[in-house]
């Protein structure tokens, strides 16, 4: 059984952890604002997923890694043609990654420019969401 100040503290970690992912998902959408760069990490995912079905199918293990790396092509090609800023997985590879893969599922089920506006209404310190 927890202590009290245990149960606390486990909370508000949780809680810190939460708002800390928010964020980051925040910022995330916001290096993401031009379609067209959201089309080329789409287009990068799903090259992803393509070798690492064709290795699953045992057509080489090296497609997988083959397939990472040209998607992370298409996705810096976004950032540094399209966005003119700097990919976020120079920074926090794992939690950008992350949010690629939540990115493109949410593309799919849901509005990502609805959440854009959304994010743009808010008061946000919009230097803090820049990377260059």
């Known amino acids: 059984m927890l202590s009290s100040f245990a149960r606390q503290l486990s909370e508000s970690g949780y809680q810190g952890v939460r708002e800390e992912a928010v964020l980051y998902w925040h910022k995330y959408l916001w290096h993401h604002k031009?379609?067209?760069?959201r089309l080329l990490?789409?287009?990068g995912s799903w090259?992803?997923?393509l070798g690492f079905t064709a290795s699953m199918?045992?057509?080489g293990w090296f497609l997988t890694p083959v397939a990472i790396?040209?998607?992370y092509g298409f996705?810096?090609?976004g950032h540094y043609v399209v966005e003119k800023n700097r990919p976020l997985t120079l920074n926090?590879?794992?939690r950008a990654a992350?949010?690629?893969w939540v990115m493109f599922f949410y593309e799919m089920f849901f509005d990502v420019e609805l959440k854009l506006t959304e994010l743009s209404a808010l008061d946000l310190n919009v230097e803090d969401l820049e990377s260059f």
């Open 34 to 37: 031009e379609p067209r760069t």
């Open 41 to 43: 990490h789409k287009i």
């Open 47 to 49: 090259i992803c997923i």
């Open 57 to 59: 199918c045992g057509l």
């Open 69 to 71: 790396a040209i998607g």
């Open 75 to 77: 996705a810096f090609a």
């Open 92 to 94: 926090h590879p794992v």
């Open 98 to 100: 992350v949010c690629n």
